[in-house]
């Protein structure tokens, strides 16, 4: 079975319905939890439900990836203002 496939039915019989969330709920804390990332921080133990959200939804994780490597790039001083 393909990997991504397999990723999303696991994430799907996995999920607890009280902790889903949607695109947007998920997309408002990207922000937050790239900095703290980029800081060092366990996206896991911060916001568990909006990681478990980008394991399923590949258009969130592509997102919240641009955010965090835009961050990262930022904090080594390799963008300008």
Do not use: W
């Not at 709920?25 to 921080?41: D, N």
């Not at 133990?45 to 990681?51: G, H, I, M, R, W």
């Amino acid at each position: 079975m393909d990997e991504k496939l397999r990723r999303l039915i696991d994430c799907i019989f996995d999920a607890h319905l009280d902790a889903i969330i949607d695109c947007e709920t998920c997309g408002s804390q990207f922000y937050c939890l790239a900095e703290m990332v980029a800081g060092g921080a366990d996206p896991v133990q911060l916001l568990p439900a909006v990681e478990d959200h980008l394991a399923c939804c590949p258009d969130c994780r592509e997102e919240y990836e641009a955010i965090l490597a835009i961050i990262r790039a930022e904090n080594q001083g390799l963008t300008t203002s």
